[in-house]
C-alpha cells in the first residue's frame, strides 16, 4: 500500500549535529574511524582518520585492525550507508 508522507527538514540534524565527535562510517566498500571537522553537501573531512579493515567485536573499546590514514582524508556522502558516534 502507498502513504503520502510529509518529510520535514530540521537544521543541524545528521552530521552536521556530529561535528567536532569522534565518529565511525560505514561506506560502500570500507568502514571509516575519526573526528568529523567539517560537512558540505557533497563530502565530509575527517581528522585522525583510520581505516579500519576489521572491527573485531562492535562493543570493544578497540578495533581487531584500523589503519591510519597520513593526513586529512575526505569521504563522498553518497558512499555512507551509515555513521554514529563512535565509542573508542
Do not use: W
Not at 29 to 55: F, K, M, P, Q, R
Not at 58 to 80: E, G, V
Amino acid at each position: 500500500m502507498k502513504k503520502l508522507v510529509n518529510v520535514v527538514e530540521v537544521e543541524g540534524e545528521g552530521l552536521a549535529a556530529l561535528l567536532g565527535e569522534n565518529v565511525l562510517l560505514f561506506c560502500a566498500n570500507y568502514i571509516y574511524h575519526g573526528t568529523l571537522t567539517g560537512v558540505n553537501s557533497t563530502c565530509i573531512l575527517l581528522e585522525d582518520a583510520s581505516i579500519v579493515y576489521e572491527t573485531g567485536e562492535l562493543c570493544a573499546n578497540t578495533f581487531k585492525d584500523a589503519q591510519k590514514l597520513p593526513n586529512q582524508h575526505y569521504i563522498q556522502i553518497s558512499a555512507i550507508e551509515s555513521f554514529g558516534i563512535s565509542g573508542r
